[in-house]
């Protein structure tokens, strides 16, 4: 699952030696390089614009500090990696990487991965609760700035319903937070961060 820069956002990227960044947006995006030099301040090195489309930059052998700046009201994907490409937000096409599979049990704890998925299902074998991920793990795992939100939808596979729970802090919920009791219903919600390490999800539909 490919990161996520917010809309007219700014990212600082850290790319480990030998890997690539692949920066992908619909609208535009400003890709450069911090280098640091002994007793100098450090020199940031534009290395090029991202126009509706996917750019890789590297691989770098001894690792790089990436800066990337939107400048359009769209979101911006990267990926870092020895094959760095990114799988979601292409150009004509909506792209739904697998939906997430929580497995079933008394627990049951969504991870950041699980929501940025956009779709998540369960197989209950009752009725159970589904913990949100804290808003700090949502924080490290996004670059949400302020009032950034996704949506998101939660499926149940059998016939007991799904009750989000809030996270185990900063995480609180808005609205009615359950599935109904039949196999194949759905409940759509949007996690918004609200401040740093905090997020609400508020129940759509």
Excluded at 96 to 111: I, R
Excluded at 124 to 141: E, H, I, K
Excluded at 191 to 204: E, G, Q
């Amino acid at each position: 699952m490919s990161n996520i820069l917010a809309p007219n956002g700014r990212a600082t990227v850290t790319v480990p030696a030998a890997d690539s960044i692949a920066v992908f947006t619909q609208g535009q995006v400003v890709v450069s390089r911090t280098l640091g030099f002994p007793n100098y301040p450090d020199v940031t090195t534009p290395l090029g614009t991202v126009t509706a489309g996917q750019t890789v930059f590297g691989p770098y052998a001894s690792g790089a500090t990436i800066v990337l700046e939107s400048n359009s009201a769209v979101p911006v994907f990267y990926e870092v990696g020895v094959s760095a490409q990114v799988q979601q937000g292409r150009l004509n096409a909506q792209v739904q990487v697998a939906p997430a599979v929580v497995a079933d049990g008394g627990s049951m704890l969504l991870t950041v991965a699980d929501i940025l998925s956009g779709i998540v299902t369960a197989t209950p074998t009752a009725s159970r609760n589904v913990q949100l991920p804290s808003g700090a793990n949502m924080d490290l795992g996004t670059e949400f700035a302020i009032n950034d939100s996704i949506d998101w939808s939660l499926i149940t596979l059998a016939a007991f319903a799904l009750t989000l729970t809030d996270g185990t802090a900063g995480h609180s919920r808005v609205g009615s937070s359950a599935t109904a009791a039949t196999s194949g219903s759905a409940a759509r919600f949007r996690s918004r961060k609200t401040a740093a390490d905090t997020f609400v999800t508020y129940r759509l539909s």
